[in-house]
T-cell receptor, first 113, second 111 residues
Framework: EADIYQTPRYLVIGTGKKITLECSQTMGHDKMYWYQQDPGMELHLIHYSYGVNSTEKGDLSSESTVSRIRTEHFPLTLESARPSHTSQYLC????????????FGPGTRLTVL | KQEVTQIPAALSVPEGENLVLNCSFTDSAIYNLQWFRQDPGKGLTSLLLIQSSQREQTSGRLNASLDKSSGRSTLYIAASQPGDSATYLCAPPNAGNMLTFGGGTRLMVKP
């Protein structure tokens, strides 16, 4: 059973607000990921990290930023939310080896009004 | 660039049927392939991970096969149940070993 958590699960917020989506895992995984998924659409990788102090951009360009100060924690921040940021954000983690199995959190559904 | 196609895109069957979900991918130089299940509005649940050295992997009523040379993987669901209703996603990695997702197969199992 994977232990990866995301908060909040649902967030409705006004345009221009700064928001941080939290993701934490208790498995000691080095690799962590953020995906964005619009309703009924495919998942797209927006950020990933190989470990502490490592962050990389994914395939889909995103205005969000991430940080990795602790192994277990990988928060995503939007400095100024816009309606175009409305989406579901999914966090995942895996071990470092190439045969890595990814485990996903429950997701955060963000709505920007 | 890894591209993933899943067929069929949607499937509606009566309870009890044995099902075949197909996945094809363009870059066969992969170390593994993962199958997931996603319930509406929820995260992904890992179902099976097949390593490139394996030809198939089984978990309960689920069996996944992998044919790297032809760029195909198949998920078999035996004796389907209404609780199996969900979207099933196939995810091979790309050249950077990042998972690549297709559109999935939306499965509805009717009682």
């Amino acid at each position: 059973e994977a232990d990866i958590y995301q908060t909040p699960r649902y967030l409705v917020i006004g345009t221009g607000k700064k928001i941080t989506l939290e993701c934490s895992q208790t498995m000691g995984h080095d690799k962590m990921y953020w995906y964005q998924q619009d309703p009924g659409m495919e998942l797209h990788l927006i950020h990933y990290s190989y470990g502490v102090n490592s962050t990389e951009k994914g395939d889909l360009s995103s205005e969000s930023t991430v940080s990795r100060i602790r192994t277990e924690h990988f928060p995503l921040t939007l400095e100024s939310a816009r309606p175009s940021h409305t989406s579901q954000y999914l966090c995942a983690s895996s071990e470092t080896e190439i045969y890595n199995e990814q485990f996903f959190g429950p997701g955060t559904r963000l709505t920007v009004l | 660039k890894q591209e993933v196609t899943q067929i069929p895109a949607a499937l509606s069957v009566p309870e009890g049927e044995n099902l075949v979900l197909n996945c094809s991918f363009t870059d066969s130089a992969i170390y593994n392939l993962q199958w997931f299940r996603q319930d509406p509005g929820k995260g992904l649940t890992s179902l099976l991970l097949i390593q490139s050295s394996q030809r198939e992997q089984t978990s309960g009523r689920l069996n996944a096969s992998l044919d790297k040379s032809s760029g195909r993987s198949t998920l078999y669901i035996a004796a389907s149940q209404p609780g199996d209703s969900a979207t099933y996603l196939c995810a091979p990695p790309n050249a950077g070993n990042m998972l690549t997702f297709g559109g999935g197969t939306r499965l509805m199992v009717k009682p």
